[in-house]
């Protein structure tokens, strides 16, 4: 029985080396880096001490071996991550521009990621866990979509709770069935994790923020949600209650993988037991720490680290 499982895009990221760096231009990247919002997450959560099982593919090539050993290095189960033996490992190219935001060019529907399947076995080893999560970034195909309703539908059936970041990504709620899905798993999670631009997508005429997440909360089935807010930290709404923890003062590096590791650190704390306020303070510093230190999954971190953290800014979980 795992405590949390998840399942999604694996990829290796390249990011330029300076800021304004163009794509039209020939530049300097860093890289691989191990990259993926959904293995994000696991790594997060693995390195806090959760059973964490994923489900992904990656190709026969070197890329693919850089990803797979980081998740075993983490301690992740990875017997539902295929191999593709005719297309490569998906990559993706991240630039900073001068304002901040971020260009990438992705190589993913045509890679080993876009032919991920979930063979039966690998479905029933997958869905024993009590945590499944789902990113939205990985509804990004009919196929995908199948997969991550399969694994919803049997981990709820044996008794589990879904988690879903909508991650919502412009650039994918445009293709066929993509926010019917993302709607989709949003009436069926137990813990919703969107941020601010997320509730953005979500909301009605004339309604702020905090509107939505009330609308959301009274007219679905879930129990939790979870407002990530950048630097701002966090708000929460649970039945009647609403916490608030602000967000812990850090020099941001590279803002890729906050939200990642926010829920990865939130869902293994609750799997472990913790209080909704000690897990959102432990999320809050995940969230902050990832941004310190530049590349996808580098800023993952073990619970000694968030707790040095949150010593070192006065935080009493
Ligand atoms: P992503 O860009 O990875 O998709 P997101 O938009 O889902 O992230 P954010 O709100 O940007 O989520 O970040 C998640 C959490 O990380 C925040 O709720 C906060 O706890 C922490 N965090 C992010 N940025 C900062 C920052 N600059 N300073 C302190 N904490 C931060
Ligand atoms: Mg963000």
């Known amino acids: 029985m795992f405590d949390i499982a998840t399942s999604g895009e694996l990829l ?16 300097r990247f860093h890289g691989p880096f191990p990259s993926g919002a959904p293995a994000i997450f696991a790594s997060q959560a693995a390195r806090m001490g959760a059973r964490v099982a994923y489900a992904g593919r990656v190709g026969d090539d070197g890329f693919g071996d850089l990803v797979i050993a980081r ?12 191999r593709d033996g005719e297309r490569p490992t998906g990559t993706a190219f991240v630039s900073y521009q001068q304002d901040g935001s971020r260009q990438f060019i992705f190589n993913l529907a045509h890679s080993a990621a876009g032919r991920q399947t979930l ?17 939205g970034s990985s509804l990004s195909s009919p196929a995908a979509i199948g997969i991550v309703k399969r694994a919803v539908a049997r981990v709820r059936a044996r008794g589990g709770k879904i988690s879903f970041d909508p991650n919502v990504r412009p650039e994918l709620v445009g ?6 899905a993302l ?10 994790l969107p941020s601010d631009a997320d509730l953005d997508w979500l909301s009605e005429p004339g309604e702020d923020i905090e509107q939505t997440a009330m609308r959301l909360m009274a007219s679905h089935a879930m129990s939790l949600l979870v407002l990530k807010r950048a630097a701002s930290g966090c708000v929460a709404y649970r039945g009647g209650e609403r916490f ?35 897990a959102l303070c432990l999320a809050n510093a995940a969230g902050a720490h990832a941004v310190t230190v530049l590349g996808p999954m580098e800023g993952c971190s073990d619970l000694a680290t968030l707790e040095q953290r949150l010593v070192a800014a006065g935080v009493d979980e």
Do not use: K, N, W
């Open 12 to 27: 290796a990221e390249f990011m330029a080396e300076t800021r304004g760096q163009r794509f039209d231009a020939t530049g």
């Open 71 to 82: 998740l075993q290095a983490d301690g992740i189960d990875v017997a539902a991550v295929q």
């Open 119 to 135: 063979e039966d076995d690998q479905l029933e080893r997958l869905t024993a866990c009590r945590y499944f999560h789902v990113m």
């Open 175 to 180: 293709r066929p069935g993509v926010s019917e």
């Open 183 to 192: 709607l989709d798993l949003l009436a069926r999670c137990d813990i919703f």
């Open 244 to 278: 608030e923890v602000a967000g812990l003062t850090v020099t941001e590096v590279d803002p890729t993988g906050a939200g990642d590791c926010f829920g990865g650190a939130l869902i293994a704390s609750l799997a472990a037991g913790r209080e909704l306020s000690e």
